[in-house]
């Protein structure tokens, strides 16, 4: 730990396994997420993740700006500061205020006022407006508004969220007729966005919960080919428990589910894209999955985030697969979480 810390800037003094990853890193924006995500796991300082989204999420810097303001002092405002995004804004919240014309008082520490008010600031038209109201017609009239008196804004449900995107914007990705695995599937939407990209493909689709699963099937009854699945995967075929607040395998949780190994059930059947996001799991379930990476070479997009080591224990075992595989990570809020690690 003290040689990394020493060596944070030379990754050729971080040991053997990192020194691995990083050499099969496939571009710059990879290494540099690797870096500070690496060093935020071992060291725990905080500062190397907000490094880490300065660098993947450009955007984000806009952030550091001290003339800030926020629109709209509802749940969205709420939802906004109290992530862990706040970690990225710089400047003094009394002197970042929040329009809304229709609350008064503070926010979060930010003073709430009119639109009016903020108009009456001599200095308004430095500011960067982000916008906290969701989609639909309301929001539509104030960027409108903002647009009319030529203010910078951003949304933080666009501009500033890229989740709708993950799993599928890597630009080194070749897209064909897939078959695709969606291992942990929430509520179907993933599976939903992969069929834009593969419209004659094929998902197996994975959620252990039995009323996530339900939903799953429900959003999916409409594709003809899919096939779901209620289990999880591991590293063996067993039932394990599942904690439904922390949404993981845990030995404190009350609630049964049932995992497999992918080997096992896919058997020989093909298999090109390999998704993963199963809230810690993921090693396991790609030690059950040994011989469909070996054998087909799928490409990879699994969560490297749930756990600290995750970072270089997951990248670490697929090279040990497939050594040729080439590696990229991407990053998908403005927080620790959504951290993606490709291997094509």
């Known amino acids: 730990m003290d040689v990394i810390a020493a060596n944070a800037n030379n990754w050729e003094k971080w040991g053997g396994v990192p020194r691995r990853?990083?050499?099969a890193l496939g571009d710059d924006v990879s290494k540099e997420i690797f870096k500070y995500r690496f060093l935020y796991s071992v060291l725990g300082d905080q500062k190397e993740i907000v490094k880490m989204i300065r660098e993947a999420l450009p955007v984000s810097k806009a952030l550091e700006s001290p003339k800030l303001c926020f629109y709209g002092a509802g749940k969205?405002?709420?939802w906004f500061l109290n992530r862990s995004s706040n970690w990225l804004l710089d400047g003094n919240p009394s002197e970042q205020p929040v329009i809304d014309n229709y609350k008064t008082g503070i926010l979060q520490g930010h003073p709430i006022i009119t639109f009016e008010q903020f108009l009456e600031m001599p200095d308004y038209k430095e500011y960067l407006v982000v916008t906290t109201i969701g989609e639909g017609p309301v929001r539509q009239e104030v960027e409108a508004h903002l647009k009319k008196f030529k203010i910078r804004y951003l949304s933080?449900?666009?501009?500033?969220?890229?989740?709708?995107?993950t799993y599928f914007d890597l630009p080194y990705m070749e897209w064909g007729t897939e078959y695709f695995v969606d291992a942990g599937a929430l509520d179907g939407e993933t599976t939903q966005i992969f069929f834009r990209h593969s419209p004659d493909g094929?998902?197996?689709v994975f959620e252990p919960s039995a009323v996530l699963f339900e939903q799953t099937k429900d959003a999916l009854k409409n594709f003809a080919h899919v096939e779901c699945f209620p289990y999880g995967l591991y590293d063996s075929n067993t039932t394990l428990h599942f904690d439904p607040s922390g949404a993981r395998i845990a030995e404190s949780g009350d609630v049964a589910v049932?995992?497999?190994?992918?080997?096992?059930?896919?058997?020989g059947r093909p298999v090109t894209f390999l998704k993963m996001d199963i809230e810690g799991s993921e090693l396991a379930a790609l030690r059950g999955a040994e011989n469909i990476i070996r054998t087909q070479r799928p490409k990879l997009a699994i969560s490297v985030y749930h756990k600290p080591e995750d970072i270089w224990e997951i990248p670490d075992l697929i090279?040990?697969?497939c050594h040729d595989y080439k590696l990229y990570l991407r990053h998908y809020?403005?927080?620790e979480c959504d951290t993606v690690l490709f291997a094509i």
């Not at 933080?156 to 995107?165: C, H, Q, V």
Request: hydrophobic share 40%.
């Open 319 to 321: 090279l040990d697969y």
């Open 202 to 204: 094929y998902a197996y």
């Open 156 to 165: 933080a449900y666009s501009d500033l969220n890229w989740l709708k995107t």
């Open 21 to 23: 990853i990083y050499a």
């Open 333 to 335: 809020t403005l927080e």
């Open 76 to 78: 969205g405002a709420e």
């Open 258 to 267: 049932e995992v497999r190994k992918l080997d096992d059930l896919l058997g």
